[in-house]
C-alpha cells in the first residue's frame, strides 16, 4: 500500500517512527515531507505538484495535527482525490475536533477516521495496518 504522512514540525520524530513501522510492514511512501526544501519560486512549484501527486496517489494518508500552513490543503486533495483512499487525522489531545476555532470544516466529513489517542497508541493503531 502506498501511504503519505504530513504533520507540524512538532511531529518529526512521530512521523519518522511511522514511516519506519509501515516501511517495515512492506507499504511505501510516496513523499517525504520532512525533506528540506529550497526556497526558490521553480522548486517551490516542483514541490507542490510532487506533493499534490504524492497525496492523490496514497491509498492511504495520515495528518498528525497540530496543523501546518499545508495540512488543510493535504487533507482537501485527500479528500477531492478520495477512491479508494483511507484518510487518518491524528490528534493526541482532541482539541482540534472540539468545533471551535481550532477546528477545521473538513474534520468532520464522514471520509474522515478521526483518532485522539496518545503517541503510544498512535504507533500500535499503525503497527496494524
Not at 498528525?64 to 499545508?70: G, R, S
Request: net charge negative.
Amino acid at each position: 500500500m502506498r501511504f503519505y504522512i504530513a504533520g507540524g514540525a512538532s511531529n518529526t520524530e512521530n512521523i519518522n517512527e511511522i514511516i519506519k513501522i509501515l516501511s517495515e510492514a512492506g507499504h511505501d511512501l510516496t513523499f517525504d515531507s520532512l525533506q528540506s526544501f529550497s526556497n526558490t519560486e521553480f522548486d517551490m512549484c516542483e514541490t507542490s505538484f510532487s506533493i499534490v501527486r504524492a497525496v492523490r496517489d496514497a491509498e492511504l494518508v495520515i495528518l498528525l495535527l497540530p496543523e501546518t500552513k499545508a495540512l488543510c490543503t493535504e487533507l482537501g486533495i485527500a479528500l477531492a482525490s478520495k477512491s479508494n483512499k483511507r484518510i487518518v487525522v491524528w490528534s493526541e489531545t482532541g482539541n482540534e475536533f472540539s468545533g471551535d476555532t481550532f477546528s477545521s470544516f473538513f474534520y468532520y466529513h464522514t471520509a474522515i477516521e478521526r483518532l485522539v489517542c496518545s503517541r503510544e497508541e498512535l504507533l500500535d493503531f499503525m503497527s496494524k495496518i
